[in-house]
């Protein structure tokens, strides 16, 4: 059986690809608009909005996504046309009116720079306070660039070549890290911070590598981070999860792109030597996964050993379908890639267009669920990941004749917190956490006074 596993990955890469067609990366961003051959069904009218929104939030797509993913013919509502390309309504309206009131003015590009500038920080750029919460500091009390340390368990890094991705998702709550402004990177180059920050902290098992999508990385970087986990003083490393997007955006990355048989052998020798290798894939809906490359890819990667965990959030305009997440659910299922996590949408970015109910989100989860067989119900979710941890919607209920949404955190800030029922006042509008209050008239959630005292410590040492 591993025997036939690793022949499988030796096999060339034509072996997997030798029905598809080679293809060049070709990526559009704002600027390029107007070269989009396919928007040219729409009216003028369309692509401008497009374009004030795309100077707000981030906009980059290549022709794989055009070709492949959208259905032409069912523009605007194909789902992965909202996926990928901006929308009006991404921006509240007096937000879209003052900046596209600028460029029919034609200001000064200084003049339209300050008013982006000014919408993009009431958008929340940075939910869950990432910043101060997340970053460990070293001995002298510095932050550590490009590490987040939240749950005991699991280090993230962001590697700075790996601070883009593909195409990027209108929704993305990452969106802050790709529209320039350094302030909000999160990014490191140094591969030696990471390993003296893993060596030194034993109670880390797995280590988590995230972007951006470090896909974009050369196959040469992505090593230098990864390869030296094989070394003893690692061993406490078990699993090397990687977050990626490039499945659905570019899943040649792992067929016939230039240094894909490198990575794939790069898998291979992680997974033989003993570590858990999981390629956390982003999917937001069936169509990512209803391609010959993008099949191809996904037999790829399996062959060499490493899981594919998939793991998104739930969107309106895209998603907000019980049928599109039974089938997605079913269809990862039948590749052999392992359904993870449902997410609700973040506090941040064009979050107004996407956001979906909370309760309406549990009864999508639910409605999926029940149409599933047991392998595809291992996706945990609908699941809030704010700042005291990951919180998930279990249920509605009524209990003593209060309507309640049962709670739990996936994970928390302080382990103790973790698989404890706990209890907020149905609302059906509340979107996140911060909407809810604790239910039978509680002043407080049972975390709370933990969670701010945690708070505090961690920003005294920020303005220390
Ligand atoms: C989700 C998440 C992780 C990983 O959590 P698991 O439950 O181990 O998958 C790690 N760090 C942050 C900040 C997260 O949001
Ligand atoms: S792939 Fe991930 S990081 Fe990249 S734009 Fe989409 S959500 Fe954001």
Known sequence: ???????????????????????????????????????????????????????????????????????????????????????????????????????????????????????????????????????????????????????????????????????????????????????????????????????????????????????????????????????????????????????????????????????????????????HVAIMAHYNHWKELDTDAARAAIRRIRSTGALIRAQGPLLAHINDDPAVWARLWRDQVRLGIVPYYMFAERDTGARAYFEVPLARAWAIYREAMQQVSGLARTARGPSMSASPGKVEIQGVSEINGEKVFVLRFIQARKPDWVQRPFFARYDPNATWLNHLEPAFGEKAWFWEDEYLALRDEKLARVFD
Not at 49 to 56: G, I, L, N, P, R
Not at 167 to 194: H, M, N, P
Request: hydrophobic residues 40%; negative net charge.
């Open 1 to 275: 059986m591993q025997a036939n596993v690793h022949n499988l990955a030796r096999q060339p890469a034509h072996s997997f690809t030798q029905h598809l067609e080679r293809r060049p990366f070709r990526v559009y961003t704002a600027r390029d608009i107007d070269q989009i051959s396919a928007l040219s069904r729409l009216s003028p009218a369309q692509r401008f909005d497009m374009k004030v929104v795309a100077s707000v939030l981030p906009f980059r797509v290549n022709q794989y996504v055009i070709d492949e993913l959208i259905d032409w013919d069912n523009v605007p509502d194909d789902p992965i046309f909202q996926l990928s390309f901006p929308q009006r309504g991404m921006l509240v309206p007096n937000h879209f009116e003052r900046i596209a009131e600028l460029v029919r003015r034609k200001v000064d590009k200084s003049v339209l720079d300050g008013a982006i500038d000014a919408v993009r920080s009431e958008l929340n750029p940075h939910p869950a306070d990432q910043m101060e919460m997340n970053m460990p500091r070293d001995a002298e009390g510095d932050r550590i660039d490009g590490i987040q340390h939240k749950y005991r368990e699991t280090v993230l890094f962001f590697p700075s070549q790996g601070q883009t991705c593909h195409s990027y998702c209108s929704f993305c709550f990452r969106w802050a890290q790709f529209v320039g402004d350094k302030d909000l990177r999160i990014a490191s180059s140094e591969a030696d911070t990471l390993h003296a920050y893993l060596a030194s902290h034993g109670e880390v098992s797995d280590l988590l590598i995230t972007g951006g999508d470090p896909m974009v990385m050369k196959t040469r970087h992505l090593a230098a981070y990864l390869e030296p986990m094989l070394k003893p003083e690692f061993d406490h490393i078990q699993t090397l999860r990687i977050g990626t997007k490039a499945l659905s955006f570019w899943p040649h990355r792992f067929l016939g792109a230039d240094d894909a048989d490198e990575l794939i052998r790069l898998l291979e020798r992680l997974v033989e030597a003993g570590k």
